[in-house]
């Protein structure tokens, strides 16, 4: 069974950085593709960033050239840097697993609030 636990979220002003972390437990995390998504209050969960089990990545446009999705196999952990946050980066973050058969596995999600 695939646990994954968010941290990281916080309260920060604009311009500011934030990294999130997601640990995973299990025995899977090093060959399965990890994401982060977010939903905004009353939006859809959408996409923001992905990294492949050899490390290729992928970001909404929104977010390219600000955040940096990493991980690290030996800790079973994936994070996201996330530095000149704008207001509308506001919204619950999710981390997300895809194994290699196709299930998906989701975190509790973490807050991340933008404002002065």
């Known amino acids: 069974q695939v646990q994954l636990a968010e941290s990281g979220g916080d309260l920060v002003q604009p311009g500011g950085s934030l990294r999130l972390s997601c640990a995973a437990s299990?025995?899977?995390?090093?060959?399965?593709?990890m994401a982060w998504y977010r939903q905004a209050p009353g939006n859809q969960n959408d996409l923001v960033a992905s990294?492949?089990?050899?490390?290729?990545?992928n970001y909404a446009d929104s977010v390219k050239g600000r955040f940096t999705i990493s991980r690290d196999n030996a800790k079973n952990t994936v994070y996201l840097q996330m530095t000149s946050l704008k207001p509308e980066d506001t919204a619950v973050y999710y981390c997300?697993?895809?194994?290699?058969?196709?299930?998906?596995?989701w975190g509790q999600g973490t807050q991340v609030t933008v404002s002065s």
């Open positions: 299990g025995n899977i995390f090093t060959i399965s593709t």
């Open positions: 997300n697993l895809i194994s290699i058969w196709g299930r998906e596995y």
């Open positions: 990294i492949t089990s050899n490390g290729r990545t």
